[in-house]
């Protein structure tokens, strides 16, 4: 079972940028679809992008795109969110998630603010 590990968050000014990681342990990093989630304060979990494990497609929710670009290096068995031009309703506690036939596996989060 894939054990999932995000850093890269902190704090930024607005039209400022951070690139997040998610780095996989366990198992072969490349069978797995991988997906960024974040969670405001008081709201629900939303998608934010995601990544094919065998095209390497891509998929943005409205408020990424243009904006946010999200990759793989299987080698290191890491998934990047690159975030630019933040803003402060991009403030959350982001979550990468990867997925198999099997299930769903999440990693513990981590957190951004984006002051205005």
């Known amino acids: 079972q894939v054990q999932l590990v995000e850093s890269g968050g902190g704090s930024v000014q607005a039209g400022g940028f951070l690139r997040l990681s998610c780095a996989a342990s366990?198992?072969?990093?490349?069978?797995?679809?991988v997906a960024w989630f974040r969670q405001a304060p008081g709201k629900g979990r939303e998608f934010v992008a995601m990544?094919?494990?065998?095209?390497?497609?891509?998929r943005y929710a409205e408020s990424a795109k243009g904006r946010f670009t999200i990759a793989r290096n299987n080698a290191e068995n890491t998934v990047y969110l690159q975030m630019n031009s933040l803003k402060s309703e991009d403030t959350a506690v982001y979550y990468c998630?990867?997925?198999?036939?099997?299930?769903?596996?999440w990693g513990q989060g981590t957190p951004v603010t984006v002051s205005s």
């Open positions: 990544i094919n494990w065998n095209d390497f497609g891509t």
């Open positions: 366990g198992t072969r990093f490349s069978d797995y679809s």
């Open positions: 998630r990867a997925s198999d036939y099997r299930g769903f596996y």
